[in-house]
Nanobody, 124 residues
Framework: QVQLVESGGGLVQPGGSLRLSCAAS????????MGWFRQAPGKEREFVAA????????NYANSVLGRFTISRGNAKNTVYLQMNSLDPEDTAVYSC?????????????????WGQGTQVTVSS
């Protein structure tokens, strides 16, 4: 089992920044590719960003490319999502997930473990 706990969400004005963190425990963190997903009210869950086991490869949804950055610290068992130039369209519950694969994956079905999520609200 892998336990994932997100933090760092909150209310931010348009154009602002937030940094989300996801702390993992239970298994060897570096065995897992990690991803961030989000779900807005009334919408399906969507892929945001993913990172490989070593952190050497990343992938982003087109909607966040150039604004969000995913990174990980394997020594701290933590994955991060730096979000800049936030827009009200980014408002959602953001969840991290872990996949036991060497690939960088965007499909939620590839992920084995999920956190509870953290709310991000972008509003003036």
């Amino acid at each position: 089992q892998v336990q994932l706990v997100e933090s760092g969400g909150g209310l931010v004005q348009p154009g602002g920044s937030l940094r989300l963190s996801c702390a993992a425990s239970g298994r060897t963190f570096s065995d897992y590719a990690m991803g961030w997903f989000r779900q807005a009210p009334g919408k399906e869950r969507e892929f945001v960003a993913a990172i490989s086991r070593s952190g050497g490869s990343t992938n982003y949804a087109n909607s966040v490319l150039g604004r969000f950055t995913i990174s990980r610290g394997n020594a701290k068992n933590t994955v991060y999502l730096q979000m800049n130039s936030l827009d009200p369209e980014d408002t959602a519950v953001y969840s991290c997930a872990a996949a036991n694969t060497r690939f960088v994956v965007g499909s939620p079905t590839a992920y084995d473990y999920w956190g509870q999520g953290t709310q991000v609200t972008v509003s003036s």
